[in-house]
């Protein structure tokens, strides 16, 4: 893992800024003879996209991908394929609003990385955050696209479960019920909690955090290795690497810690097809290896450091100012987070086919 | 990071089995000149060494650690020094007791890796878990020794900050207070009540979980760098890949899901040496770059999965049996993770260190 | 070194078909604060570019290179420069003529990549030789073009010593004459039996081999390391990647196995800055670390594998089939290779100053 | 490939310094249950050991290897076999003679490292060369012996074919020769010459060069990859790693300059099993990728550093002084390098076979 790379045999380099010409990414280590099209990529970048619901920003990008490279059409492939090289995709930036950045272009926005990125660097483009911009996710959900086609029989989902104070209760997730409401949230009844709650947050310029869970079923026993390169241990980085997130849980989680032993090492029994496990506490993960159960994750995110409400901050000269952000963001970053999560999932669980292969020649 | 491998410039490569002759690893990418014996190294492997008191396993090992090669001394050097050639670290383990492994070979037992090894690779070491071993975390304490002495001005330090339901409160902390108790416990008041609870999970048999802090003050801003190279992403896979972990945080971490956006983004004021901060709630990381304010992350790891009560499984068969694990057994393996938390945390920033050095020509 | 990326902290990713819409790379780990517009990089391509003589293939393609991204420019920097984020360089394939590929979509060209990318990946984009074909130089030219940029002080040319059987004397070599003549010839005497020999060569539908001599003045002592990060072990990975490269050698390469001890090992005398070496055999590299006296090169390039004369070959069905190729065909590739070999130079010095940079602390 | 590591997925991490207590490797990646004992790797350790002709030194070296971890037996593996964690192998340095090293402490022996080596880490263990010493070959045969039980199915053989200069002509070449004489020269009539050569040299306490050729039977089409993961630029870097070589070339290499496009480019014919190829001027190799046909590499080797005869240098203070270098030396350490040759070839193989299966699911 790179600075700007993200995984070992299918290998993702993303690149671009808010408001230069295009973001785009590189994935490298794409098996050969995938039916890969644009619309294919599409489909996710519509679920990310901003300007679906009043909770999300009214940014209005079409985000419309096109594959540069790797694919080929002809007469013998079965539709268009993946050639086995690397696959380049871009998406420009059209509605670079030629907005004045002259207020921020000197000020540190607390909870951004305007500070960090200049006393690393020097130098930063400050328009819409640059680099730092969620703007990056755009291209993780590109390649997330096609890591979901090198793993026929895996389905991933995820769900919002937590925003504000307000938390699903495990026994109320419905995955179905996801897709019924702008917010992927699993119970129907919280749904009215988090519109109100964040019309709340909305009106006093404020914002919110949020918990996305993501899990991955028909992930079939033996994925992931020890010791750093534990299964866990990737979609942790993977997870953690992604805008605002501050924390990431396996299975049980941070819970585990007040488990007793009886209750958090889950027992077996004898299935048709490998042990068949009584609880899920591990979260499809033992010793960094898939055990053949769901894949479960959970990541916190941090409120949208974009507020209205003036906060105390300095300058590039270091005079102490005050900041309060105005223009269109969410006040729950975590909300439009979910594809995000589910992407890094299909990634981390490419690679690690890729690599379960490379080492003992099984799928 | 490859299966065995951690870090990019500061390169660790472990190797070795519970129960084979010897564990160790290699260090690569080391600085030459820094001054290295031993003793530099045994310190903390003491600190980690098993048999220290009563709710940790009785099982006795010297850990004697044997630097094989990268460190040279002579009449021109300041006592022995790294040549900035590969460290080659070796324990040997001298505590293979000849007991009986039959009942356990062929047994997968809930919550240890015995199934995710043997569904991966079709063979396992099953004498004392073989590579999935906690032992293995003893060299990863060793290469942190030396990780330690390329942070100078950096202090890490960790704690021990829950046991099973029992957590200590944010305002209790008292780091001082952590070495003067057998648990790394930096409030007095919460000692009594682990050891009772502790008392009682032993004497049913049984394990609990907890969650570890840790903080390293010292970090200058501008290390770790975007996107996949983030500080936190690389603490993430850091803790993630130790054994039993099963969740990790940053600064507020979950808890910043229920802030506002006002709780959440640190304020800053003009300080004599860049920004001050008026709380960390980030953790010291922003954008994956540090603050120049202490890096803090939490681990929650899970209950020793090894316990007396008799749990349902099955063996390579395919048929159902019980096990019950006998031997000696910490209760609570997050007491003793305590410095291998620290030792990853060194690990991380010494190889941000060289990499911020290597981008930036700054320290 | 991944499939497509080269490089370690100076990292470049490189994607394209001949016939696709475009192509490019994507360079990370640039330090911040270079000065680079689109022109820096432009000068190099022009080099490189096709249709410049009569020698070299006429194919007309302006290779025009844009920066997408990890580049800014504000009041405050010092005209556009780079900010230490992923830069972003595409160049559009305008020349993509609308001909027939079906005669050779299903051959294999003797001494192309035809048959192995099929036997290899089951499917190729045989249009011009998809991903095989030497259009990929032009991404690599380029990001030498910024790796120069990373190293100050350091001068790297590029010579033809070698067409066909016609080698340059070694006392022959005068460096200034290369911008003379279109083959990058130091020998004014060499050009006109070069240009009869390239007359004849391609009168009869043949090509001819060459030798591309490379050397980097400039660089300190001290870069490059032990054991498989050599600096020479690194130029030699970076050359024989070149398209229709075979062979590479540093100092008196292959030459050295005639000479004996007292011939071979450079003698130094004290200099003012270091020593100063009586010789360079070793083409300034001692145990894979630079000397400080100028890194040299050679690269073998064999003859251009289109050709007019008929070859026996198959095809993707078995059949026994004669295979000659048409079109505009450089009659010696090795002509153009020489921008190549300088921006493979280049990259590989940037990424060792970095590698240098992080271990030492020193340029 | 790191400074000390080898390969991406058969990864070869090696350690360890001339007059140290030990050297040794740790080879991740390889796959499990393969059967693997001491004895499969000190057989090519023998081939490589000194002391075994009067052209080779005389220092008696056991090179006896342990293996630490990696591997396993018990009732139901078939022996000892590979568990797919990392395999620590060591080698004890017996011979370390307490010789006085204080006349070579300080200076630099031309054509050695002992300068660079000074230049970059300002501290270097000069007793015997330190790390740059060839006793670090001895880590690369011991993985080689285990890379070579990755390939089943293919044989690889060297020999020299050029010692000063006296080359063996290729129309004399009898690999089975190879295994009569002390000089792997497999041309009979060329022994006597050598011999003559080497005696001559070693009397007036000289050195001379050679050419070590190597090809890979049985290599499959398909392995290697565009564009920097090319089989031939693998096998450039891992040949130009070891110590003393200065060229490497595949198939025709350097010849291939003076070719025609007619004689360079393999005509092909259909075989029962693919092509049946004409010739292999491409040295089993194209676009990076396995033909097929024998993977077939020389690579050049300088004369001995290390010679009686006194030769200008300076000392680290910057004064002139005369090195002549005593004690035990070959005087052509080309022979001695016929199985580490071989060694980094199985280790290139092996990597790509692993890779190639990654990315297609094929061997």
């Given at each position: 893992?790179?600075h700007n ?12 800024e808010s408001h230069g ?80 950045y002259s207020e921020i272009s000197t000020s540190f926005r607390p909870g951004h990385a305007d500070y960090t990125y200049f006393a690393k660097y020097g130098v930063r483009d400050y328009r819409g955050g640059g680099r730092q911009s969620a703007?990056e ?106 805008n ?61 450091s974009s507020?209205?409400?003036?906060r105390k901050s300095i300058n590039e000269a270091g005079e102490e100012i005050e900041v309060?952000t ?38």
């Amino acid at each position: 893992m790179s600075h700007n790379t993200f995984g070992h045999l299918f290998r993702v380099t993303t690149w671009g800024e808010s408001h230069g010409p295009a973001l785009g990414c590189v994935v490298d280590g794409c098996p050969p003879g995938i039916r890969l099209t644009e619309a294919d990529i599409q489909q996710w970048l519509e679920k990310r996209r901003p300007g679906q619901g009043k909770f999300v920003t009214q940014r209005q990008e079409p985000d419309a991908v096109r594959i540069l490279s790797g694919v080929f059409e002809d007469a013998r492939t079965d539709g268009q394929v993946t050639t086995g090289t690397p696959i380049s995709l871009m998406i420009e930036n059209v509605d670079q609003r030629s907005r004045d950045y002259s207020e921020i272009s000197t000020s540190f926005r607390p909870g951004h990385a305007d500070y960090t990125y200049f006393a690393k660097y020097g130098v930063r483009d400050y328009r819409g955050g640059g680099r730092q911009s969620a703007r990056e996710t755009a291209a993780r959900v590109a390649a997330g696209a096609i890591a979901r086609l090198v793993l026929p029989g895996v389905a991933i989902r995820g769900a919002v479960v937590q925003i504000g104070p307000h938390a699903v209760s495990p026994d109320r997730m419905d995955w179905d019920e996801t897709l019924n409401n702008p917010f992927w949230c699993p119970d129907a009844d919280m749904v009215p909690v988090w519109e109100e709650h964040l019309a709340a947050v909305r009106k006093r310029g404020s914002s919110t955090g949020a918990v996305v869970a993501v899990e991955a079923l028909g992930v079939p026993a033996g994925w992931g290795a020890p010791v750093y390169g534990k299964l866990d241990a990737e979609l942790a980085a993977a997870m953690m690497s992604i805008n605002a997130a501050k924390g990431v849980e396996i299975g049980a989680g941070f819970a585990s810690a007040a488990l007793s032993g009886e209750e958090n090492a889950d027992e077996m029994r004898a299935g048709n097809d490998g042990p068949q496990f009584l609880s899920n506490m591990a979260g499809g993960v033992l010793g960094g290896i898939s055990t053949g159960q769901p894949v479960t994750a959970r990541v916190a995110f941090k409120p949208t450091s974009s507020i209205l409400t003036p906060r105390k901050s300095i300058n590039e000269a270091g005079e102490e100012i005050e900041v309060s952000t105005k223009g269109r963001h969410d006040p729950c970053v975590g909300i439009r987070a979910v594809p995000v999560v589910e992407a890094m999932m299909a990634c981390v669980l490419a690679d690690a086919r890729l690599r379960h292969r490379a080492q003992t020649g099984r799928d």
